[in-house]
């Protein structure tokens, strides 16, 4: 077990490397460059730019500013954002609780929503609930989110007045109350399409799980079709489960791009498309680093999860 | 039919069928799956039903059992338990009788038990949801079975998870979980047909013990009328979901009257102890030499973790000459499919060489060995599997001597040519696999590996998936190939009777060696190794031989 995570880790590592290398060179390679920003500024001088350049040590070198920057960051200091100087770190934490909040709901609702759906689907197969899942999740996948968004606040806002359009909080209030009924919206419109890929997923691994020899074994033993479900179904089906909801943890913390900027909701997903269009490159890059690390982790801690729930790999 | 059963007072029977029908869906290839079948189950017999695939034999037991799919019902008849008719019984009912007063085991053991959960928690269960004892008690009694079972250990097999146990542990395991409270009826399918043939003889015995002590009914469905002639008291035959014949084992082994019988009980193949004919000794010339192979399976990382470290192909020698069959007999495990691997070179080997009509390939290149490739050819052992489901025929026999060069229309007339040689009409060219039987399908794939005109035939268990009879008439067709083309032949395989058929020589594996080599007459009449004598001996219904031997040749 400390052998298999070593080696994770090792692999981990280089994987970092290279997505971070990629990404800096792509970055750099933009139009414009960093400080395109400032050349457009009216306020500063050709002579104020080139002494930013020189501050910033951007006339080094691409790959000994790209060693420069790894090895401030090895060391824990992320670099300071262009447009307010404060910490890329402490930018990412402002960031990172709304976003944590919008998505850790959304995703439980979705795994809730979404296993009962996909269970229940394999189950009652060829049923009309069964169709209508099915039918429901073609629609909620095809049609793109930030329709839901504007759909959503139409109706629920604009007609019906029962939630707010958009925030985290109201200015002034900020109780328990108020955030969640501003998070309702947001989170119920993002959990949509990951309902619809979750019960999807379920259904196929219940039903894989009730083909198996062993539900027959079970039944013969005079087990009831209820204990069967839960003792001998949704265990072997929740394993191949693991590894998706370990490829979802990035994304509850990196954030839903179109949802948080339908809702105007100060996320992580929201603060990378500001930082892109303000050529933030410290901030973007720091991002991009940050979720990879999440996509790592992800995968790593799934298949810890994996590792710990089946014996076959626990004791192997 | 009738005559079969005799008049016997209620009090005998433990179980009755009387007049069983069960409806297939429509559409399907005839209506009932099952269709009007009587037949006793005495207190403290065996009964055997027997039949080949799809004769309605499993589904006899799944509508006793109650487990039937829910698209297949019951659509007339009685099935009597302790004279209650079971059949229609409430879905509660009938669940409070499954494990308690009729149990099953089943063919796979592998896949039969839950991988999340351990052997001591699967045995409970039937205790616990028949609300038997209390957790302490049922633990005990857990513990008790695996003593009773046989299992090394049980207070460490208790806690252990199935993934550790090999295929016959785990199903003395599914026996144990069946024993658990004492029903007066075991249904076993197949039990035995997974298993390599010493485990399985244990196992048959384990059964035979086990109903003795207990006094318990066993209702075995097999396809295997050696297993029959070891254990039945009782048999049933069924040939396409009607009962043919019944009657005491000794009276239907020995004498079956009816012609579907006789054909099955002709076809098992068993021990001659004759060897084979040769064919045209003089122009004989070898083909294949083979010296010191050797082949390690190594797993696991090199930097991190354990190595498992698995010697499959232990050094290896043997010669063939043309026109000649080796069998290579072995159980699971004893590298008798790595060494057909290896000869084709779908893998390379670590050490020794194989001497090709006088060429050493082990060391050849993919590039250098492509030439060589149409010479030796592969027959597969799964049917279903080995044809590519989206291809027709003609694609699939064809493809192969097209990539090497040969010219589409001559492929296809060859393919034609081959086709009606392998007993399959010309129509078959444009038909996709899955409308062909089992056994044709097999001749397809008998067919494409003779597009080549092979210089040697690899077999890996290519009768194995097949019935019986099936099996005898494909066995005969290579034959009938070898004497026409001269090709040498392997022929793997873990059925030493299937290998006595067909074989001039015989290797037997153990743990990647050869253990003997010789002609079945030695192999079978005179073996050498202990192991071999093991295996010999494990035989199912072998010791009642020469009663089939009677019954196939009357």
């Known amino acids: 077990m400390s052998g298999f995570l070593l080696n994770r880790l090792s692999q981990s590592i280089v994987l970092l490397v290279i997505v971070s290398i990629i990404g800096f060179t792509v970055l750099n390679l933009m139009p414009g460059g960093p400080l395109a920003q400032f050349g457009l500024d009216p306020g500063m001088s050709q002579k104020d730019v080139e002494r930013l350049v020189e501050q910033l040590g951007l006339n080094r070198p691409l790959w000994i500013q790209y060693l420069d920057w790894a090895w401030r960051l090895v060391q824990g200091d992320w670099g300071h954002s262009f447009r307010d100087g404060s910490s890329v770190l402490a930018v990412i934490g402002r960031h990172l609780s709304a976003t944590l909040l ?25 049923s009309l609930f069964d169709y209508c899942a099915t039918v429901g999740a073609m629609i909620a996948l095809s049609v793109p989110t930030f329709w839901f968004g504007l759909i959503g606040i139409y109706i629920f806002t604009l007609k019906l007045g029962w939630v707010p359009a958009g925030n985290m909080y109201t200015i002034g209030d900020g109780s328990v109350l108020d955030y969640l009924h501003h998070l309702i919206l947001p989170s119920l419109v993002l959990s949509l399409v990951h309902v619809a890929i979750w019960s999807r997923y379920m259904r196929t691994a219940t039903l894989d799980a009730l083909s198996q020899d062993f539900v027959k074994t079970a039944r013969a033993k005079g087990v009831s079709e209820r204990r069967i479900l839960l003792r001998h179904v949704v265990g072997n089906a929740l394993l191949p489960m ?16 179109v949802t948080e900027t339908v809702f105007t909701w100060p996320g992580m997903g929201r603060l990378f498309l500001d930082s892109l269009g303000y050529s933030d490159y410290p901030v973007v890059m720091g991002l991009l680093i940050f979720s990879a690390i999440l996509v790592v982790l992800g995968n790593l801690i799934a298949d810890i999860v994996i590792a710990i729930v089946d014996p076959r790999i626990r004791l192997a | 039919m009738g005559s079969g059963i ?31 079948i009587s037949f006793d189950l005495m207190r403290g017999q065996i009964l055997c039903i027997i039949g080949e695939s799809g004769s309605g034999k499993s589904v006899t037991a799944n509508a006793i059992m109650g487990l039937l799919p829910k698209v297949i019902r019951v659509s007339s008849g009685a099935v009597h338990l302790d004279g209650m008719n079971i059949v229609g019984l409430s ?7 499954r494990g308690r007063v009729v149990s099953m085991i089943f063919q796979d053991p592998l896949s039969a038990l839950n991988p999340l959960m351990t052997v001591g928690a699967q045995i409970e269960e039937v205790m616990a949801v028949h609300d038997v004892g209390t957790p302490k008690s049922r633990r005990s009694r857990a513990i008790d079975l695996l003593i009773e079972v046989g299992l090394p250990d049980p207070q460490l097999m208790y806690h252990q998870y199935p993934f550790r146990l090999s295929g016959g542990q785990r199903q003395r395991v599914m026996i144990a979980m069946a024993l658990a409270l004492e029903p007066a009826i075991l249904i076993a399918d197949e039990p035995t047909t997974a298993l390599d043939v010493t485990t399985q003889a244990q196992i048959l015995q384990l059964i ?45 082994l020995k004498s079956p009257s009816h012609l579907y019988s006789r054909r099955l009980i002709a076809a098992v193949p068993h021990l001659t102890g004759k060897d084979r004919v040769p064919l045209h000794a003089a122009d004989r010339v070898p083909i294949l030499k083979v010296e010191r192979l050797a082949k390690t399976y190594r797993s696991g990382s090199a930097l991190f973790g354990k190595r498992r470290i698995v010697p499959a192909v232990n050094g290896v020698t043997f010669d063939l000459t043309s026109g000649r069959t080796l069998g290579v007999v072995g159980e699971s495990g004893s590298g008798k499919s790595s060494l057909g691997r290896l000869l084709i070179k779908l893998m390379a080997c670590d050490s020794g060489s194989i001497l090709f009509e006088g060429r050493d390939i082990a060391g050849l290149s993919e590039a250098e060995f492509r030439s060589l490739r149409p010479k030796i050819q592969m027959i597969f052992q799964d049917p279903f599997a080995s044809l590519n489901p989206r291809s027709t025929v003609g694609h699939i026999l064809t493809v192969g001597p ?67 009879s099936i099996q005898a008439q494909i066995l005969k067709l290579l034959d009938q190939i070898q004497r026409e083309t001269g090709v040498s032949m392997i022929f793997i395989t873990h059925d030493l009777r299937v290998a006595s058929q067909i074989c001039d020589e015989i290797a037997v594996m153990h743990r990647g060696q050869i253990v003997e080599r010789g002609p079945p007459s030695q192999i079978f009449l005179d073996p050498k190794s202990a192991y071999t004598r093991e295996l010999v001996a494990a035989i199912p219904g072998e010791q009642a031989g020469s009663m089939l031997e009677h019954a196939a040749n009357p």
Request: aromatic share 6%; with cysteine.
């Open chain 1, 102 to 126: 919008l998505m850790g709901t959304s995703t439980a609702l979705a795994i809730a929503i979404g296993s009962w759906i996909g269970i229940r689907g394999a189950t009652h197969r060829y």
């Open chain 2, 6 to 36: 005799q008049a016997v007072t209620p009090a005998d029977v433990a179980l009755s069928v009387r007049e069983l029908s069960v409806s297939l869906p429509g559409g399907m290839e005839r209506a009932h799956a099952v269709e009007n």
């Open chain 1, 242 to 257: 693991i590894t998706l909801a370990g490829m979802q943890l990035p994304s509850i913390l990196t954030g839903a791009l």
């Open chain 2, 208 to 252: 035979r013990d086990i109903q003795r002590r207990k006094g318990m009914s066993v209702m075995f469905i097999t396809h295997d009328f050696g297993v029959v002639a070891q254990i039945a008291d009782y048999v049933v035959v069924m040939e396409k979901g009607r009962c043919v014949e019944q009657g005491g084992a000794e009276q239907v």
């Open chain 2, 402 to 468: 097209v990539a090497h060069g040969i010219l589409y229309s001559e492929a296809c007339e060859r393919a034609r040519e081959l086709l009606s040689h392998v007993g399959l009409d010309s129509g078959a060219f444009d038909r996709y696999p899955h409308e062909f039987s089992g056994g044709q399908r097999q001749r397809i794939g008998i067919a494409r590996a003779l597009m080549f005109r092979p210089k040697l035939l690899i077999a890996d268990e290519a009768v194995s998936a097949l019935d019986v």
């Open chain 2, 91 to 97: 879905p509660d009912k009938l669940r409070s009788l």
